[in-house]
T-cell receptor, first 113, second 117 residues
Framework: AQSVTQPDIHITVSEGASLELRCNYSYGATPYLFWYVQSPGQGLQLLLK??????LVQGIKGFEAEFKRSQSSFNLRKPSVHWSDAAEYFCAPFSGGYNKLIFGAGTRLAVHP | DAGVTQSPTHLIKTRGQQVTLRCSPK?????VSWYQQALGQGPQFIFQ???????QRGNFPDRFSGHQFPNYSSELNVNALLLGDSALYLC????????????????FGPGTRLTVL
């Protein structure tokens, strides 16, 4: 069965520091991968997605993610974090069939001024 | 361009009651998926509706049912509410199509917070 792991439950960084959030998936076929962000009490906003092609994907708000098949990873990165980036981040592989997303447990990001 | 909308925003019910949540998809989208997000967890897939039919279902009991209307809007119904049904219920819309394998992006609404007392 497909699954996804986000090893870091909480991460705290200083404003202006770089950020990397980890995501590992278990998927037999070519995966389709998404990162979503959720602010407190809000729905999910799409940050970026990988379907095929270039393994480095650019998203909104300055985020990028790199797909590494050999490591079954799709880590999210940002070179300089802003206080407004504090939120919960979800990695979600696409499960075969009718477009069902499988979400990880999420990583909660705190940003210190 | 209106995004995905959900109503109500918050809802408080007691055990054993029934609840109906509503979702209007993003303009141009024809597929609606529902997810349950318990506190501190990631969303879990409940089911998906396309062409007014449920075409995929997650691991949820029959107490959870839904409906899709000709205008593509959707309802989620939960009967015999349990305390464990307290969660944020998220609706997502996408372009469905007739193929069995779609990668169209899902866009989420703000959710309905259900509290069961």
């Amino acid at each position: 069965a497909q699954s996804v792991t986000q090893p870091d439950i909480h991460i705290t960084v200083s404003e202006g520091a770089s950020l990397e959030l980890r995501c590992n998936y278990s998927y037999g076929a070519t995966p389709y991968l998404f990162w979503y962000v959720q602010s407190p009490g809000q729905g999910l906003q799409l940050l970026l997605k990988y379907f095929s092609g270039d393994t480095l994907v650019q998203g909104i708000k300055g985020f990028e993610a790199e797909f590494k098949r050999s490591q079954s990873s799709f880590n999210l990165r940002k070179p300089s974090v802003h206080w407004s980036d504090a939120a919960e981040y979800f990695c979600a592989p696409f499960s075969g069939g009718y477009n069902k997303l499988i979400f990880g447990a999420g990583t909660r990001l705190a940003v210190h001024p | 361009d209106a995004g995905v909308t959900q109503s109500p925003t918050h809802l408080i019910k007691t055990r054993g009651q029934q609840v109906t949540l509503r979702c209007s998809p993003k303009s141009g989208h024809d597929t609606v998926s529902w997810y349950q997000q318990a506190l501190g967890q990631g969303p879990q897939f409940i089911f998906q509706y396309y062409e007014e039919e449920e075409r995929q279902r997650g691991n949820f009991p029959d107490r959870f049912s839904g409906h899709q209307f000709p205008n593509y809007s959707s309802e989620l119904n939960v009967n015999a509410l349990l305390l464990g049904d307290s969660a944020l219920y998220l609706c997502a819309s996408s372009l469905g199509g007739r193929t069995t394998f779609r990668t169209d992006t899902q866009y989420f609404g703000p959710g309905t917070r259900l509290t069961v007392l």
